[in-house]
């Protein structure tokens, strides 16, 4: 992992707090390394005054996120469908304003909507949904809020290798990155805050 310092506390000039909506596994993870970048990730929320916004469940690297924003005083919201609540455990999330939806897709747009900037840590094909989801509505210009999609042990390599091939082919030609990496989530937060600072 880099170096990245991030003190507490947020960054004069900055933008005030920001709604950081982070995507990730709702499973468990096998590997120790990245369950605590889920947890650096949800614990540098809380002490840089942001505010979490995510999937709103208990279990797996979700539940890390969350739990660890909480222990750092994080406000957080939660939002999810009806049908997940309980296999995503959202019983055991911690305090959280949640929101239910009907479907999956009412869930992204409340989060697409809500979120000042993104942060995908590994995950599934619902992590790989949701940053596909965030990264084309970009590359169409519907919107143009940040996703940084923080890579511990490189494990995103594959995923940037694809889409280098990809606009290799020009099937993708996008003039500005559509996403940016971090290979920890220190560089992912400081990242995240200079990407949202108003243009002077
Ligand atoms: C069915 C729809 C879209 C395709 N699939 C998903 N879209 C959005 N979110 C999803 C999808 N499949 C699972 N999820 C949720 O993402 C979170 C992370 O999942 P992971 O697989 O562990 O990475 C989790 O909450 C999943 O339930 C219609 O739009």
Redesign the pocket.
């Known amino acids: 992992m880099s170096s990245t310092t991030v003190e507490a506390g947020l960054p004069r000039g900055g933008r005030g707090p920001l709604e950081i909506c982070v995507f990730c596994?709702?499973?468990r993870c096998n590997s120790p390394s990245i369950v605590a970048a889920a947890r650096a990730t949800g614990s540098l929320i809380g002490r840089r005054g942001h505010r979490l916004l995510y999937?709103g469940?208990g279990s797996?690297l979700m539940g890390e996120v969350a739990w660890a924003a909480a222990e750092h005083g994080a406000s957080i919201r939660g939002v999810i469908p009806h049908f997940?609540y309980e296999r995503?455990r959202a019983i055991a999330a911690p305090a959280q304003e949640l929101h239910l939806t009907d479907?999956?897709?009412k869930r992204?747009e409340h989060m697409l909507r809500s979120a000042d900037v993104f942060l995908a840590l590994p995950?599934?094909?619902?992590?790989l949904?949701?940053i596909l989801e965030v990264i084309s509505a970009t590359y169409l210009g519907v919107h143009a809020k940040p996703m940084i999609i923080v890579n511990p042990d490189g494990v995103w390599d594959g995923f940037i290798a694809l889409v280098e091939t990809l606009a290799g082919l020009d099937l993708i030609t996008s003039p500005t990155p559509v996403f940016h990496t971090a290979d920890s989530p220190e560089e992912a937060m400081a990242l995240a805050e200079r990407l949202t600072l108003p243009v002077a």
């Open positions: 596994g709702a499973g999937g469940g797996g997940l995503e479907t999956l897709l992204k995950g599934g094909f619902g992590t949904d949701e």
